[in-house]
């Protein structure tokens, strides 16, 4: 079944700047929307205000035409990745593969790396490998949709290629929302890109699009 | 720890320092709650993402830590 994630009406400012006043943007089952944007235009406020950890004056979220406003108490229907580390430091692998209800052995087949460190505190993880089982557990976990917040800083280009494969295959099931400044990668993965300027998102058409509303010179 | 030394100091003190304990277990929890909301607060989101809330969160283990203080307080006034 078809599940449709819809945004707008969102309103933001910190004191008198204005930071968000004209989003619309879209998701849905077997779709990824890329929202790219210049540092400091708000993408992870946009996420934050659609997870509802972050408040604003007036949004309007909905899943599937029915308003939500606290998204983060129905992980069924949304999971999301922050920018920053968030998995506690203590836990185990196997503990967090079991918390998401997730097949650590199909983790282990794509990253053999993490063979030996099953049983370990991701405390002597690398910062990247830290940051490879939180992408991995979000892009698996069993939302409808999920938001990832700068899924590919700190990880290294081979992984990368990887989550790439398995997001296309995961889309299948689920809707993903991503935003990072790694544009290419966000280029070649979305059906829908979005860019983030002023407090509007624009729908892209083609990679000019991206020079035309400055964020890259190509 | 901190139960445990309100133990020891119930255990050593009496039922005369109870008074004095319970307070400082409050303003303990108060300081926990303080320091976890501010250099924990990055860790939230894995409980969200799993659909524990920060109200569920807080009240279990604050709860729980308290329980588990006044179960030991009563235990040690029986058995001192």
Redesign the interface.
């Known amino acids: 079944m078809n599940h449709k994630l819809e945004v707008d009406g969102i309103f933001l400012e910190f004191g008198n700047r204005k930071i968000l006043s004209d989003i619309y943007f879209k998701c849905e089952t077997g779709n990824i929307c890329g929202i790219l944007g210049r540092n400091g235009q708000g993408k992870s406020c946009l996420m934050n205000i659609v997870y509802g950890?972050l408040k604003v004056e007036s949004k309007s979220i909905r899943f599937d035409n029915n308003s939500i406003f606290k998204a983060?108490?129905?992980?069924?229907l949304i999971?999301?990745l922050?920018q920053?580390?968030?998995?506690?430091k203590s836990l185990t692998l196997k503990r967090i593969f079991s918390?998401?209800d997730l097949d650590i052995t199909e983790f282990l087949e794509s990253f053999p790396d993490f063979k030996i460190k099953a049983k370990q505190p991701i405390r002597e993880f690398s910062g990247g490998q830290r940051r490879i089982v939180e992408v991995y557990?979000?892009i698996k976990?069993k939302s409808l949709f999920s938001m990832l917040d700068e899924p590919f800083s700190h990880i290294m280009p081979i992984q990368i290629e990887k989550f790439k494969q398995i997001l296309k295959k995961e889309k299948e099931k689920k809707g993903f929302l991503i935003t990072d400044h790694m544009y290419r990668h966000i280029v070649d993965l979305s059906d829908n890109l979005y860019i983030l300027k002023e407090g509007k998102t624009y729908l892209t058409k083609e990679s000019e699009d991206l020079q035309t509303l400055g964020y890259v010179k190509l | 720890m901190i139960t445990v030394a309100c133990i020891w100091l119930f255990y050593k003190y009496g039922i005369s320092s109870y008074s004095a304990l319970f307070w400082l277990k409050i303003v303990t929890l108060g300081l926990i709650y303080y320091f976890v909301k501010k250099y924990k607060s990055k860790e939230i989101y894995y409980y969200q993402n799993l659909g524990i809330s920060k109200t569920t969160l807080w009240v279990s283990t604050l709860a729980i830590d308290f329980c588990i203080f006044i179960g030991s307080l009563i235990l040690t006034y029986h058995f001192r």
Do not use: E, L, M
């Not at chain 1, 983060?72 to 069924?76: A, N």
């Not at chain 1, 920053?84 to 506690?88: C, W």
């Open positions: 950890s983060y108490k129905r992980p069924d999971t999301y922050p920053f580390n968030f998995i506690p918390d998401f557990a979000i976990s």
